[in-house]
């Protein structure tokens, strides 16, 4: 005779697996806290792990103060703006890097697909190009990544033909047609000033971050994770096939609009502080997948996680490996394009 499971035991089982399911997250918890007090305690003034401790505690508890003040001012005013936008930027660029990849159904999407990075790119160039201030080049620089992604919206939506691809090959015409913009910018520019710092800002850094610039950013960004976090199972939905996302009753025209307008807001924010920086938005989703699988509930918090990692990582090796500071997005291609490479054949084995 058959074993009936009762409701209550199906419940104890659901939990168990979902217990089970958020455990496989821990270890990149671990790996993230070990990183992010590694950036501090690294640099060409090292501060000892024990000094960082007491320096931190010292903020809410009684603690005798027996480090400079020079200390506080490298931990609190240098240290840690940067590795709060290294820890931003990358969860924004990685996690828009896996909705989107679900959602065009293509593993070699990444951020920049519907030109946000290209426009971007302008936006910080003509900033630079007409002396705005930091603020000025951020501000342009936003606003440029939102509009490219809006022409690309409306155009797309005036044509009669397969949404997504219509949406990718309009985001190349016009990513293609901002880039040659910036050329345009770059080729007027006075080549002793503003040149050398349009390229540098191309390249991508985080060397010039601050207080303000985290208190601009951060609220766009967490305007495109929360909503993504709570639409997961619905972007498990719709990584399926069109027919079968509607046969299933989702509105794949409003999540589609969703998935662009979150990820739009995280990449457009974080360009405008970090440049470009390239190669996570591509890597890391597919390390997440290949770590936890494809299923969003899981992909999405080991994606941000591994990416704010990634991004700390790089950015330690950029300002500590030589006496002059690298580029992020040299260090990024480096790195990200054999990685990538290993694992597309560790897959490929699998």
């Not at 016009?174 to 191309?202: C, H, Q, R």
């Not at 010039?208 to 766009?220: A, E, L, T, V, W």
């Amino acid at each position: 005779m058959t074993e009936r499971i009762t409701g209550k035991e199906r419940a104890m089982n659901f939990l168990r697996k979902r217990k089970k399911e958020y455990l496989s997250i821990y270890p990149f918890v671990m790996l993230f806290i070990g990183i992010f007090l590694l950036s501090f305690v690294v640099g060409r003034y090292p501060v000892d792990i024990i000094t960082l401790l007491k320096v931190f505690l010292s903020r809410v508890l009684p603690i005798d103060k027996t480090w400079s003040d020079t200390i506080e001012v490298i931990v609190f005013q240098v240290r840690l703006p940067r590795i709060i936008g290294a820890i931003l930027v990358g969860a924004a660029l990685s996690l828009s890097g896996a909705v989107y990849q679900g959602m065009f159904k293509n593993p070699l999407v990444s951020p920049d697909i519907l030109g946000v990075s290209a426009g971007s790119a302008f936006g910080a160039a003509l900033a630079i190009f007409l002396s705005f201030n930091t603020t000025g080049i951020q501000l342009s620089a936003f606003i440029f990544g939102i509009l490219a992604v809006v022409l690309v919206y409306l155009i797309s939506q005036s044509i009669k033909a397969d949404q997504l691809m219509t949406l990718v090959i309009i985001g190349v015409l016009i990513g293609s047609l901002f880039n040659s913009l910036v050329s345009l910018v770059k080729y007027m520019a006075d080549s002793e000033d503003k040149l050398p710092a349009i390229t540098f800002w191309l390249m991508g850094s985080l060397s010039g971050i601050m207080q303000r610039d985290i208190k601009n950013i951060s609220i766009p960004i967490l305007l495109g994770i929360i909503p993504l976090y709570l639409l997961r199972w619905k972007l498990n939905i719709i990584s399926l096939s069109e027919e079968e996302a509607k046969s299933l009753g989702l509105d794949t025209g409003r999540i589609r609009a969703i998935v662009i307008i979150c990820s739009t807001l995280m990449t457009a924010s974080a360009v405008s502080v970090s440049g470009i920086i390239g190669w996570i938005g591509l890597v890391i989703p597919h390390l997440g997948r290949f770590l936890v699988g494809p299923d969003y509930r899981l992909l999405i918090p080991t994606t941000i996680l591994l990416g704010s990692s990634y991004l700390l990582l790089i950015d330690n090796i950029a300002r500590t490996l030589t006496t002059v500071e690298i580029p992020l997005g040299i260090l990024t291609s480096l790195i990200g394009a054999p990685f990538f490479i290993l694992l597309l054949l560790n897959r490929g084995r699998s």
